[in-house]
């Protein structure tokens, strides 16, 4: 069974500084998803950044980048120059797809703290 | 409509009450998913559906729990007999799925229905 870790419960940053969330995974599978969802007081998850296994690349949006270890299992996110609408519980998540088997394996969630 | 939508946002119920919980998946999309969120286990995947058929149901945590989907459109989680640890928050999530063409189509969530069994 694949499953999630995140590590830090809770995290807090300074407002404008960088912040990375660490996320590892087990799996024993070759061709796999990893996400970053964000889920502020709201409850609304919001993707924010996917990774396709396959890919050396690391995936980047605007703020928001990965880095993604596949040899180590490691999917951690860091967000530059950080914003209060950042805070928010930020959840790691695995998706494989085969058999059927469609959901998603969330880690516990780091709660971001944003410092003004 | 333009997200997913679940209905009620929130609901109390009583030990021994059967629920409902309804999602309304985003025009278009032929998967959509139920997870429970709760403080003690996080976010558990419970079943999946493509179309109508689940192919997965491995997620739902006992008999009690049931889904169906119709018209490859709007799903209801019934929970019979409701226990409290039960409570939680119920998420549902659609995407395009085998409509897509890809594997790596997003999950867009609802807001969730709060449960809480007293």
């Known amino acids: 069974a694949q499953t999630v870790t995140q590590s830090q419960p809770e995290m807090s940053v300074q407002e404008a500084e960088t912040v990375t969330l660490s996320c590892t995974y087990d799996?024993?599978?070759?061709?796999?998803?990893l996400f970053w969802y964000k889920q502020p007081p709201s409850r609304q998850m919001i993707l924010v950044i996917r990774?396709?296994?396959?890919?050396?690349q690391n995936a980047t949006e605007n703020r928001f980048s990965v880095n993604f270890q596949k040899a180590a299992k490691s999917f951690s996110l860091k967000i530059s120059d950080s914003q209060l609408g950042d805070a928010a519980m930020y959840f790691c998540?695995?998706?494989?797809?085969?058999?059927?088997?469609?959901?998603?394996?969330f880690g516990k969630g780091t709660h971001l703290i944003i410092q003004p | 409509g333009a997200g997913v939508s679940q209905s009620p946002s929130n609901k109390v119920t009583e030990k021994g009450k059967d629920v409902e919980l309804r999602c309304d998946p985003i025009?278009?999309?032929?998967?959509l998913y139920w997870y429970r969120q709760s403080l003690g286990q996080g976010l558990e995947f419970l079943i999946y559906?493509?179309?109508?058929?689940?192919?997965?149901k491995s997620g739902l945590p006992s008999d009690r729990f049931s889904a169906e989907r119709t018209g490859g459109s709007v799903s209801t989680l019934t929970i019979q007999r409701t226990q409290q640890e039960d409570s939680a928050v119920y998420l549902c999530?659609?995407?395009?799925?085998?409509?897509?063409?890809?594997?790596?189509?997003?999950?867009?969530f609802g807001p969730g229905t709060r449960l809480t069994v007293l």
């Open positions: 999530a659609s995407s395009l799925g085998l409509a897509g063409g890809g594997s790596t189509d997003t999950q867009y």
């Open positions: 799996t024993s599978e070759s061709d796999y998803y």
């Open positions: 990774q396709e296994a396959y890919k050396q």
């Open positions: 998540a695995y998706r494989w797809i085969g058999g059927g088997a469609d959901g998603l394996t």
């Open positions: 025009s278009g999309h032929t998967a």
């Open positions: 559906f493509q179309g109508n058929s689940a192919p997965d």
